[in-house]
């Protein structure tokens, strides 16, 4: 049972305010360019690029839940940023045809936060919280009886006054996103009757989305310019997308136009430092640190250490994408460089 010490309903905090903002607005741009993008994204399956197997699954759900007239299931989602976790969402509740509050976990301290948020949702409305493994362990346990029996358990007040109330939630779906899997607590994930992983994009798929971006944001971009950016872009639409964008700021500076050529995207590559492969600076100074090591294993945080860069950031961000090239290993007693990791390494000293 979830002990609230204080009244739950505290609106007029400045605090509460915000929040009350964020859980209201759709999404929270990052900056006034990603508003944009935002109002960019894919609103429908057919408009989301790849992944064809998550999206036959979860249209089944979707379609049988409509047909029994009940709320969806629980779904979690999980892999790297920037793959689609967040547009996924919102095309879940669009495909539902309902709202989508979404939050990030971090905004979830207190309890009182989550409880706040729970009350304010309506019949079929689906509660989108990114970033979920960092949900306290109290706000978690206020989740269970949520999720499960659409109720919440709360003690309101402190000492003698200490109430207890089951308060009714209306049914509701909760889409949780991740990118650390193994970071959240076994009940939590058993709670989640549909989980799926989202996996990198092939080159097609991510030259696909760079096409229909272009085409929303009033770009034309050829074939070649646009398959070179798709192989530079790690696998991932955000990336895909950003290199774009600064492609588009290059052709209208330089060029004056909204044509984006290979000569563009490869002024937009060299000045990021990003090789054909789509390795920037950061993975470069990753694998010529095992490089330099004589390719043995090396500690993961030795390597943050060395390279003043976070683990974590490195763990989930750097290493998958020189894993699926085959330049590194992961293995019990550390990273190792390949044979392809070492030649890469060797080439590029070479140039
Ligand atoms: P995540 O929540 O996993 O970090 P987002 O949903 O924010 O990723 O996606 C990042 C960007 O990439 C968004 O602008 C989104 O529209 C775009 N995007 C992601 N996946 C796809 C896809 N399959 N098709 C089209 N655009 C996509």
Do not use: W
């Given at each position: ?41 894919p609103?429908?399956f057919n408009e989301f690029i790849g992944h064809e197997k998550l999206k036959s699954s ?19 989602l999980y892999g790297q940023p920037g793959l689609g976790k967040?547009t996924l ?107 799926q992983k989202l996996y990198l994009y092939s080159p097609e798929d991510l030259q696909k989305i760079i096409f229909n971006f272009s ?6 971009i050829d074939e070649e310019a646009s398959l070179r950016l798709a192989l530079c872009s790690r696998g991932t639409p955000r990336i895909a997308l950003r290199l774009l ?20 995207v490869?002024?937009?590559l060299?000045?990021?430092?990003i090789d054909h492969r789509g390795l ?37 961000i750097?290493?998958p994408y020189l894993i699926q090239l085959g330049l ?12 392809s ?11």
């Amino acid at each position: 049972m979830a002990i609230i010490s204080s009244n739950i309903n505290e609106s007029n905090s400045p605090r509460s305010k915000k929040e009350l903002r964020i859980v209201k607005s759709e999404i929270l741009p990052e900056d006034k360019s990603d508003a944009q993008v935002i109002s960019n994204r894919p609103k429908f399956f057919n408009e989301f690029i790849g992944h064809e197997k998550l999206k036959s699954s979860l249209k089944i759900s979707i379609d049988a839940s409509l047909f029994r007239n009940e709320c969806l299931d629980h779904i979690l989602l999980y892999g790297q940023p920037g793959l689609g976790k967040t547009t996924l969402a919102l095309i879940v509740a669009n495909e539902m045809n309902t709202k989508c509050k979404v939050i990030n976990a971090s905004s979830l301290e207190r309890p009182r936060d989550i409880v706040g948020l729970l009350l304010g949702l309506k019949e079929n409305e689906i509660l989108f919280i990114d970033e979920i493994h960092r949900l306290s362990n109290l706000t978690e346990e206020i989740l269970y009886p949520a999720l499960e029996d659409f109720k919440l358990d709360l003690t309101i007040g402190a000492s003698r006054g200490t109430r207890c109330r089951t308060i009714h939630l209306p049914k509701f779906t909760l889409i949780g996103a991740t990118t650390k899997l193994a970071s959240i607590s076994s009940p939590l994930r058993d709670r989640f009757g549909i989980c799926q992983k989202l996996y990198l994009y092939s080159p097609e798929d991510l030259q696909k989305i760079i096409f229909n971006f272009s085409n929303l944001i009033n770009i034309v971009i050829d074939e070649e310019a646009s398959l070179r950016l798709a192989l530079c872009s790690r696998g991932t639409p955000r990336i895909a997308l950003r290199l774009l964008k600064r492609s588009r700021d290059y052709s209208q500076v330089i060029k004056k136009n909204n044509i984006v050529t290979i000569e563009i995207v490869e002024k937009v590559l060299n000045n990021q430092k990003i090789d054909h492969r789509g390795l920037d600076e950061i993975d470069r100074s990753f694998l010529n640190y095992l490089y330099k090591n004589n390719c043995g294993p090396v500690g993961l945080e030795s390597i943050a250490a060395a390279l003043s860069e976070d683990s974590t950031m490195l763990e989930f961000i750097v290493e998958p994408y020189l894993i699926q090239l085959g330049l590194i290993s992961r293995t019990s007693r550390g990273r190792v460089l390949t044979p392809s990791g070492e030649n890469y390494i060797n080439e590029y000293h070479e140039l």
